[in-house]
């Protein structure tokens, strides 16, 4: 109700133009559209109008549960897209589907909101980058953590220059156990998920310390990646079956070299046997930052920061307390300044000039990991 009241408020101090509302659609009504939708329904200057999901039933089934029967359903998301004269879409579907559902969304001149991870490969990035440039819409990816108060105080002491030079940053997360099947195998499966840990929360990671330090381009990268846990039956006490279909990773680690002379050590686990693989650090020059290991999507600091300096020849350590962060929800936040730069076709809130260097570095994981050797990491232009 909170959230609902933070968008009222601002439609009666006219900073939100209802008279002018955005018709959306949802391309994958699956777990995290809900989100989605509920953040929509909070929006006094959107109207959800359409919804698609390739399972039978499944988009009718989920506009009933918000008591949205009105809203009109598709097979796909290319018969969303012919049939409806849309503002923007948020793409849901699983990590597979990224790619061709946002560039036919950007070729039909629709903006799009694209869950994160970006997509699964380098190729595909590039591409739906390049269809974001004909289209000359909006595309923004759904790192909903950089909304957080946290998240942004991160920033804020890397831009202050307080560390100094930044050269060595390890960071990363995990959990003990966390194979994520909570309706189905869609994110253990290659098919559907494409990566596995790496993608699904590595790219969080990444995202909070590169965007902290400026999304320098990654330059080399020496990769890992396992399926010791993803791949055992006991990981699954009632469905053994999923260790069979999972194609994916359940651990990766790397090495990476970043423009700039800075190194990115990257661990990330969604089974391990240990409780983290360790805090996030950002060291420079100057001083240092402890950042107490933290699940990230959430936005959340594992604890407060502390920050490992020198005042007047004493080496001293400065608490950054955790800030309550207590108005509208990340999704909400999320939501508005997509939609706010669709509106006023401003730069996209989460933009794809930085997240190909993460999806680059994903892709540089996986690519040097098979290969077994670090490889050099480039982008087309
Ligand atoms: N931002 C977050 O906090 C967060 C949290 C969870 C998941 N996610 C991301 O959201 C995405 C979806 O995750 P999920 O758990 O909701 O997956 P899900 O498997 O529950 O739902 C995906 C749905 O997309 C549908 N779909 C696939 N291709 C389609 C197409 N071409 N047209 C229409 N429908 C199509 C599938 O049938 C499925 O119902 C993933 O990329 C995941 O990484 C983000």
Not at 100 to 117: F, M
Not at 339 to 363: E, H, R, S
Request: glycine share 10%; hydrophobic share 40%.
């Amino acid at each position: 109700m909170k959230a609902l009241n933070a968008f009222q408020d601002n439609v009666k101090e006219e900073k939100i133009d209802t008279s002018r509302k955005l018709k959306i659609g949802i391309i994958g009504t699956g777990w995290i559209a809900g989100d989605h939708m509920t953040s929509y329904l909070h929006m006094p200057d959107a109207e959800v109008v359409a919804g698609a999901d390739l399972i039978p039933g499944k988009a009718e089934a989920f506009f009933e549960r918000f008591g949205r029967k009105d809203v009109r359903t598709y097979p796909d998301h290319t018969s969303m897209l012919e049939a409806e004269d849309l503002d923007a879409v948020s793409i849901c579907t699983y990590n597979a589907a990224h790619a061709q559902c946002a560039i036919d969304a950007l070729n039909k001149g629709v903006n799009v909101l694209l869950e994160k991870p970006m997509c699964v490969t380098l190729d595909e990035a590039v591409a739906i980058r390049e269809a974001e440039k004909k289209s000359g819409k909006v595309l923004s990816i759904g790192f909903q953590p950089r909304f957080d108060a946290n998240m942004k105080k991160i920033k804020e002491i890397c831009d202050s220059g307080v560390l100094g030079k930044i050269y060595y940053i390890q960071t990363g997360g995990g959990r003990r156990r966390g194979i994520p099947t909570p309706f189905g195998t869609s994110f253990i499966e290659k098919e559907t998920g494409g990566i596995g840990a790496l993608g699904d929360i590595g790219c969080y990671s990444l995202d909070m310390v590169l965007n902290a330090i400026g999304y320098p381009k990654p330059l080399t990268v020496t990769g890992y990646r396992s399926d010791f846990f993803g791949k055992n039956p006991k990981t699954y006490p009632f469905h053994p079956e999923y260790a069979q279909k999972f194609g994916v990773d359940d651990f990766a680690a790397a090495f990476i070299r970043l423009e700039g002379g800075i190194i990115l050590d990257f661990r990330i686990a969604w089974a391990m046997n240990l409780d983290t693989p360790g805090d996030t650090i950002i060291m420079g020059t100057e001083g240092s930052l402890r950042i107490p290991s933290t699940e990230c999507w959430n936005g959340s600091v594992g604890g407060p920061m502390t920050l490992y300096h020198e005042v007047a020849g004493s080496q001293v350590e400065t608490v950054i307390p955790v800030i309550e962060d207590n108005g509208p929800s990340l999704f909400d936040r999320k939501i508005r300044t997509f939609m706010d730069a669709c509106k006023n076709g401003t730069k996209a809130p989460v933009p794809t000039d930085q997240i190909i260097y993460n999806q680059a570095i994903l892709d540089g994981i996986a690519k040097s990991a098979e290969l077994g050797r670090e490889i050099e990491i480039s982008i087309p232009e």
